[in-house]
């Protein structure tokens, strides 16, 4: 019955695709109707979706998850305040004498702030907001306008504190703990840091390869003049960029938990904002119903990934994925291979998106 977790696993996919409806929606919507289909024909028994409401309880209890509201808090901030578009503007200033300084610079934004937004979702608003114009008064067409606002708002997964990082490192340890368990082998167990560690060099590459082709694509644009800008708005941009990158080297270099540069960097966005006086009752209200609805969203994610995941594995789908990279074992470069495209299928399923 393995066949039809792959079908199910297909049939999300499509659905995301062509519906257009919430991923948690369409996740809960799959693996309910393939979990009654299930036990119709006696696949598996309906005892085993008892362990749903513990499986949701230990998700729910998770240390990281504490760092998702403060997450989600920091990018209503920057979706109220104007720390994005300065820094912007820093950045146009840092690479005025390139065509492609506008472009350039929003994927620096992107490198600071995705990582400190919690998601690719609430990434990409705070940069459609506040970099998006920016961009289009530069002479920037759409097309490419939009290119490098995806590309800037996906480098937080791949750059530390990323929750995504942080949750793989996570599962990964605890995988290896039950393996060596099992095969009561001796050996250092992979833990989350060495994961963060890992993730940092193809983040650089990534973001390298992003700022290249770039200003490869700049290169025959004339450089337009840049407003001037007050000295104030260019230290407040140098110093809201220092704290954030010893932020984000901290959690890199283990010094820091991610909840504690999540909790560091919303209590000194708060205390910016409330010394600037820049966001009146009404900016409050809308960055509070802002943070409640995306760590909402998250954790609804979260929680219908985690009912998918057990309907997969009831139809033994485990079972299959396992055989078949066991199969591959003899030729490492196949099973690499094998192992980095299901996970490119897995993100279909996984992204926070609309």
Request: hydrophobic content about 60%.
């Amino acid at each position: 019955m393995s066949g039809l977790g792959v079908a199910m696993f297909l049939v999300a996919i499509v659905a995301i695709v062509v519906t257009r409806l919430p991923v948690y929606a369409v996740l809960l919507g799959t693996g309910a109707a393939f979990a009654a289909l299930g036990v119709a024909i006696g696949a598996f028994p309906g005892s085993i979706l008892g362990a749903l409401p513990d499986r949701i309880v230990g998700l729910l209890e998770h240390v990281l998850l504490q760092a998702l509201p403060l997450y989600a808090f920091i990018g209503a901030l920057f979706n109220r305040l104007p720390l994005a578009t300065e820094l912007h503007r820093a950045g146009e200033r840092l690479f005025g004498r390139s065509g492609a300084a506008a472009s350039l610079s929003a994927l620096g934004v992107g490198a600071l702030l995705a990582p400190m937004n919690g998601s690719v979702g609430a990434s990409l608003n705070m940069l459609s907001r506040r970099v998006a114009p920016a961009l289009a008064a530069r002479g920037v067409g759409r097309a490419e306008t939009t290119a490098t606002l995806c590309v800037a708002s996906t480098l937080g997964v791949v750059i530390p504190p990323s929750l995504v990082l942080l949750q793989l490192g996570d599962a990964m340890m605890r995988a290896h703990t039950q393996a060596l368990n099992i095969t009561q082998a001796t050996t250092r167990v992979v833990n989350t840091q060495d994961v963060v560690r890992a993730g940092i060099v193809p983040g650089v590459m990534v973001l390298g390869a992003a700022l290249a082709i770039a200003a490869w694509r700049g290169r025959g644009r004339v450089p337009m003049p840049l407003p001037a800008a007050r000295r104030g708005a260019l230290l407040e941009a140098l110093a809201v960029a220092l704290v954030i990158a010893a932020l984000l080297g901290g959690v890199a270099i283990g010094r820091l938990y991610a909840v504690e540069a999540a909790a560091t960097g919303a209590l000194a966005l708060l205390g910016w904002a409330l010394l600037s006086r820049r966001l009146d009752a009404n900016a409050w209200r809308a960055v509070l119903g802002d943070a409640m609805t995306l760590t909402g969203l998250l954790i609804a994610l979260l929680v219908a990934a985690t009912g998918f995941s057990l309907v997969l594995r009831a139809f033994a789908t485990d079972v299959l994925v396992t055989d078949a990279l066991a199969a591959l074992g003899r030729r490492p470069a196949l099973l690499l291979g094998a192992v980095l495209l299901g996970l490119i299928v897995c993100s279909f399923v996984l992204t926070p998106s609309r």
